[in-house]
Nanobody
Framework: QVQLVESGGGLVQAGDSLRLSCAAS????????MGWFRQAPGKEREFVAC????????YYADSVKGRFTISRDNAKNTVYLQMNSLKPEDTAVYYC???????????????????WGQGTQATISS
């Protein structure tokens, strides 16, 4: 089992950057594929980015491709989401998620993931 705690959200202006972090408990973090999702008010939770257990493979939603970067540091049990050129439509609660997997597969669906953090709010003003 793994517990996830997100941090790094805040209020910024359009065009600014934020770096979200997700710290995981447990000694087997390197065996988990990780993902970031977000949920805006009144909308479904949507996929943002994911990364394989080794960090060698990543995948992004079209809406964030070229602006966001997912990465991980297995020595620190942490996954990151660097968000650049932020837009008001990026405003949402951002969640990290974990799935036990050492397969060479990237997971983009909510129900693929077994563990979720509590979320961190990112608000982008225009």
């Amino acid at each position: 089992q793994v517990q996830l705690v997100e941090s790094g959200g805040g209020l910024v202006q359009a065009g600014d950057s934020l770096r979200l972090s997700c710290a995981a408990s447990g000694r087997t973090f390197s065996s988990y594929a990780m993902g970031w999702f977000r949920q805006a008010p009144g909308k479904e939770r949507e996929f943002v980015a994911c990364i394989s257990w080794s960090g060698s493979s990543t995948y992004y939603a079209d809406s964030v491709k070229g602006r966001f970067t997912i990465s991980r540091d297995n020595a620190k049990n942490t996954v990151y989401l660097q968000m650049n050129s932020l837009k008001p439509e990026d405003t949402a609660v951002y969640y990290c998620a974990a799935k036990y997997s050492r397969e060479r597969i990237l997971y983009t669906r909510r129900y693929d993931y077994n563990y979720w953090g509590q979320g961190t709010q990112a608000t982008i003003s225009s």
